[in-house]
């Protein structure tokens, strides 16, 4: 089983919006006993709050389930026990870096370096365009299951 933990800042735009999409992608494809899939955040701001209005509109929109949950932060823990830490942005990486004291097994990465654009997944609490950022989030998250794909993890 892959054990998938994407990260964001805040644990309620970006991250939920793809544990949701991967969520979606794998059992579409029947996978779903192969994937946990999770999310987490850097920062304690949004500890308690449930996934942003912007995402949860454009996850139903597209007609993505997406149960109420609550933001969590990343702990030590979760590095030790997840496969692979999905960022979804440089800042992130960095600072969970400093949470976790580095990166021992390489299980860090960003989520658009699956993809032939490498870049930053830009934040929605921000830009206020989750139409952008669930373009990137399936981009990103396709680019993933591509890879595990190549890598003959699936």
């Known amino acids: 089983m892959k054990k998938i933990l994407f ?10 919006m793809a544990e949701y999409v991967l969520k979606d992608m794998v059992r579409q494809r029947g996978l779903e006993d192969q994937f946990e899939i999770a999310s987490a955040a850097t920062s304690r701001e949004e500890l308690g709050h449930d ?7 454009k996850l139903r929109q597209v007609g993505i ?3 109420s949950r609550r933001a969590v932060q990343m ?5 030790r ?10 800042y ?3 600072n969970l870096r400093w949470i976790i004291d580095g990166d021992p097994a390489h299980k860090i990465s960003l989520l ?7 870049r930053d997944v830009a934040d929605p609490w921000y830009t206020g365009d989750f139409e952008s950022t669930y373009r990137d989030v399936v981009m990103g998250c396709e680019g993933f299951l591509d890879w595990l794909y ?3 993890e699936l």
């Open 75 to 79: 702990t030590r823990q979760d590095y």
């Open 112 to 118: 658009l370096d699956y993809t032939d654009q490498p």
């Open 65 to 67: 389930p997406c149960p």
């Open 51 to 57: 996934v942003h209005y912007g995402t949860r509109n």
């Open 81 to 90: 026990y997840y496969d692979y830490i999905i960022c979804m942005e440089r």
């Open 7 to 16: 990260i964001c800042h805040g644990n309620i735009c970006r991250s939920p």
């Open 92 to 94: 992130n990486v960095r």
């Open 150 to 152: 190549s890598r003959r």
